[in-house]
Nanobody, 124 residues
Framework: QVQMVESGGGLVQAGGSLRLSCAAS????????MGWFRQAPGKEREFVAA????????YYADSVKGRFTISRDNAKNTVYLQMNSLKPEDTAVYYC?????????????????WGQGTQVTVSS
């Protein structure tokens, strides 16, 4: 059974930074791509960033490119999302998820296991 637990969310002023973590249990974490998604109230869950199993490839949504950085530490079974220059429109529940064994998938339907989410609120 694969479980993932996000942490690091909170309340921050616009222009500030947060670092989200996602700790995964279960075997062969390092063999799978990982992704971050977010969901604001009344909106669909949207792709934020993804990283390949090795960490060698990453992909970002246009809305966060240049501000967010995804990384992973396979020795710790953990994936991170460093968020800088935060904006009020970044306010959402952020979820990490496990993707496939290849590439950097951007569709939510390519992810099979999800964490419970962590709230990020950016005040103006």
């Amino acid at each position: 059974q694969v479980q993932m637990v996000e942490s690091g969310g909170g309340l921050v002023q616009a222009g500030g930074s947060l670092r989200l973590s996602c700790a995964a249990s279960g075997r062969i974490f390092s063999s799978y791509a990982m992704g971050w998604f977010r969901q604001a109230p009344g909106k669909e869950r949207e792709f934020v960033a993804a990283i390949s199993w090795s960490g060698g490839s990453t992909y970002y949504a246009d809305s966060v490119k240049g501000r967010f950085t995804i990384s992973r530490d396979n020795a710790k079974n953990t994936v991170y999302l460093q968020m800088n220059s935060l904006k009020p429109e970044d306010t959402a529940v952020y979820y990490c998820a496990r993707g496939g064994r290849t590439g950097v998938p951007q569709s939510r339907y390519e992810y099979d296991y999800w964490g419970q989410g962590t709230q990020v609120t950016v005040s103006s």
